[in-house]
Each structure stands twice: as C-alpha cells, then as structure tokens.
C-alpha cells in the first residue's frame, strides 16, 4: 500500500502563492491518477485537482480553476500542486491520494492558511 507524505503548507497573505508536495513511498504511483483534496475547518473534505497516470491530463474543481495547476514527477515519485492568487477561503488542511482513493493511504496533510 502507498503511503503518502504531503508538505509545504504554510501562512500566506491573499494573493500569494504556494507549492505543495506529495511524496509516495511503497509502491510507484506513476500510473495512478492522483489527487489533491482538502478540507476546511467544519467542511467535509473536497476534491481540488487531478493528474491522470497516463498522459499527465489535468482537471480541476472549478473554485480552483485557473488558479491552481496540479503536475507530478514520475521519476521521483512525486505530486505537486502550485497554488497562486491564493484566497482566504482556500484556507484548508491538503491531502494527496489516489484516485480512487485508497483509504489506508491517508496521510497527515498540509495546512494551508490564507490571511486576508
């Protein structure tokens, strides 16, 4: 089973930018498709962007759209999420995980904090 390590969270101003990082260990994930999710405080956890395992095409929820780019690197082993014109409601604990997801692959997340 993959285990999943997210970070590079952190306190940002609204407007500013973010690079998440998802780093797999256990098995190669490089033909999973992959995803970030997150969730706000109350809120239940809600799906942000995907990267297929073949061919690297995208997707995103639209509150993130244009705004948001979710890429990965094969050959490390790993997922990122470049977050930019960042809004307080982007505030939110982010996971990465399979899709589908793999429940036992959880990890910790990454708190992201957005100031107004």
């Known amino acids: 089973q993959v285990q999943l390590v997210e970070s590079g969270g952190g306190l940002v101003q609204a407007g500013g930018s973010l690079r998440l990082s998802c780093a797999a260990s256990?098995?190669?994930?490089?033909?999973?498709?992959m995803g970030w999710y997150r969730q706000a405080p109350g809120k239940e956890r809600e799906f942000v962007a995907r990267i297929y395992g073949s061919g690297g095409r995208t997707y995103y929820a639209d509150s993130v759209k244009g705004r948001f780019t979710i890429s990965r690197d094969n050959a490390k082993n790993m997922v990122y999420l470049q977050m930019n014109s960042l809004k307080p409601e982007d505030t939110a604990i982010y996971y990465c995980?399979?899709?589908?997801?793999?429940?036992?692959?959880w990890g910790q997340g990454t708190q992201v904090t957005v100031s107004s």
């Open positions: 995980n399979a899709i589908p997801v793999v429940v036992g692959s």
């Open positions: 256990g098995r190669t994930i490089s033909s999973s498709d």
